[in-house]
């Protein structure tokens, strides 16, 4: 018991110092903006010329999105967070970025990537996922994951602190999934989404879908498989273009050909309007709604299209940052960005 609760005082202590150093680096950058990076790792892009530009109101970073890697084992052709990169933070430091934000205002985490669970075969998320349930103690702890290198096994270990994961799944026909990307060797995709879906329900986790309409998906009926499948949210995204992420000369992938109209996507959001779960995000609602953090721990402001990174918030804290982070909370509440979030609030029948 005594050997317990010196560790939880530890963790306590531990998330105050890195709040402190937080607000201390924020207190330098608004005096003298510097650079305080660590050489060889941080702020490695360019600065866009937006940085210079000061605004006044630092929004609350009530829900962030961490994608704390970018390497993945899909090839999704539409993907808009590619493996420019294969840097991840120390677990230690990304701990301490952590309690910056939960200090800072911050409900809601969610791990995405990438594919997350390819970091030391899920060890890697597992300790984030644990470290903000139990010690930082947030409402609502996520996950977004391909879901092909999930085992039960890491459900026994870190299922109790995970209250959502999402899964992507785009078609309900393997061939369309072979079309888009996302397969890797032989494994059949739609057979193991229902298998984490039995999963979740035998670990009382939240189960979500999450699918990108795109060309090859745009007609297809899932009103059957989505109903079976009963999810909390069945998020429905419009294929979007990022420039140097799936377009352009310096992209990895080439999105063009998956691109679909707003009439498309509407027509789409039609034939699925008796789905109880359905949460529609067009591009217009997710280019300014979402509060992105890189591998970096840099907010990531995608209103001109492309990503163009703050400093890290380990560099300069979390105000400092995010006020480059271009984020619309307006847009994040009319979105239904906050919503019951935390598993023991939403009284499943798991």
């Known amino acids: 018991m005594q050997l317990a609760l010196l560790a939880r005082l530890l963790s306590v202590g531990r998330a105050v110092l890195a709040a402190l150093r937080g607000r201390l680096g924020a207190l330098c950058w608004s005096l003298a903006p510097l650079s305080l990076s660590l050489p060889g790792w941080r702020d490695s892009a360019p600065r866009p010329q937006r940085e210079q530009e000061w605004d006044d109101t630092a929004p609350t970073p009530t829900s962030v999105n961490y994608h704390f890697t970018r390497r993945c084992n899909y090839k999704c052709g539409f993907c808009f967070h590619t493996a420019k990169t294969s840097f991840v933070l120390p677990l230690e430091e990304a701990k301490r970025g952590l309690a910056m934000l939960k200090e800072a205002g911050m409900e809601k985490i969610n791990f995405s990537g990438g594919e997350p ?3 030391d075969r899920g060890e890697f998320v597992g300790e984030l996922v644990q470290f903000c349930k139990q010690e930082l103690e947030l409402p ?3 996950i977004v994951s391909n879901g092909s290198l999930i085992r039960k096994q890491w459900f026994q270990k870190y299922g109790e602190y995970l209250d959502i994961l999402a899964i992507s799944c785009d078609s309900f026909d393997e061939d ?6 996302r397969r890797q060797g032989k494994k059949n995709h739609v057979e193991n989404l229902h298998k984490l879906r039995q999963w979740c329900r035998e670990y009382a986790v939240a189960f979500k879908i999450n699918s990108v309409i795109n060309r090859f998906n745009v007609e297809e009926d899932m009103n059957e498989q989505i109903k079976a499948l009963n999810p909390v949210r069945w998020k429905v995204f419009q294929c979007l273009l990022i420039e140097g992420e799936n377009s352009g000369e310096d992209a990895l992938r080439e999105a063009e050909k998956f691109v679909i109209s707003d009439e498309d996507f509407d027509r789409f959001l039609d034939r699925h309007k008796d789905v109880s779960c359905l949460v529609p995000e067009s591009n217009q609602k997710m280019r300014d709604s979402y509060l992105i953090l890189d591998e970096y721990m840099r907010f990531l402001n995608c209103r001109n299209g492309r990503k163009e990174p703050s400093k ?3 560099d300069v804290g ?13 847009m994040f509440l009319k979105r239904g960005g906050k919503y019951v979030w935390s598993k023991a609030d939403m009284k499943l029948d798991w």
């Not at 369309?176 to 990307?181: A, E, S, T």
């Not at 979390?318 to 619309?328: L, M, N």
């Open 176 to 181: 369309v999934n072979v079309l888009i990307g």
């Open 318 to 330: 979390v105000e400092a940052a995010i006020k480059f982070s271009g984020f619309d909370e307006k």
């Open 312 to 314: 890290s918030i380990l």
């Open 117 to 119: 669970f390819i970091q």
């Open 140 to 142: 609502s702890v996520s």
